[in-house]
Structure formats: structure tokens, C-alpha cells
């Protein structure tokens, strides 16, 4: 018996889901400053959704759309008062379509 096998890249499972934006309500915040603390840079590496992002004077900047709400950054920001983070109100945010 043949099994057939579907290979499917992370990317492409990650395109099926959908997001609401809150505009003008973002659920995660950075604090200004003028240069990041290491952890807050790294998030520019290992958001998982690309949402940070670096200025062109070295800061780092945040766009919400497409979070994915897994939390990393929060683990390693919210503590030090980097970022706030919060969920987004109700009906906005992902919508993930495969769990
Ligand atoms: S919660 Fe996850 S996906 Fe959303 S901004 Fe933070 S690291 Fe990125």
C-alpha cells in the first residue's frame, strides 16, 4: 500500500490564517528610546511573524498586523518594560485557520 505524502512548508500553513487590525489600537506597544537593549533587538530575529523591525536611526519599531500572539516577545520584554503587550479586543487579531 502507497501512501501519498503532502509536503507542506510552514510559510504557506501560516498564508491560510487571517488578521483583524484594531486600527489605531495596537496590542503591543514599544517604549521609546534611543538605542534597544539587546533583548528588544533581538525581537527584530526572532519574531516568528516579522512584526519588529529596525528604524533608519537604529530603533526598534513595531507593526502588530499579522502577530501571531505566541508570546516570545512578551517573554523576553514585557519584564523590563521594553514592550507592552497585550491581547487584542475581542474580534480583532489573528484568526488562525488550522489551529
Ligand atoms: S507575540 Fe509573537 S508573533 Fe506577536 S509580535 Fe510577539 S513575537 Fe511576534
Redesign the pocket.
Known sequence: MTVAVTKLRVEDKLFQNRYLVDQGRPH?KVRPHEHPSANLLA?TR???????ELNDKGQVE?A?D?????????VLCEASGDIT?NYPRGGFGVLFKFG
Open positions: 503591543i525581537l526572532i519574531c516568528p511573524a516579522k512584526c519588529y513595531i502588530a499579522g502577530c501571531m500572539e505566541c508570546g516570545t516577545c512578551r503587550w
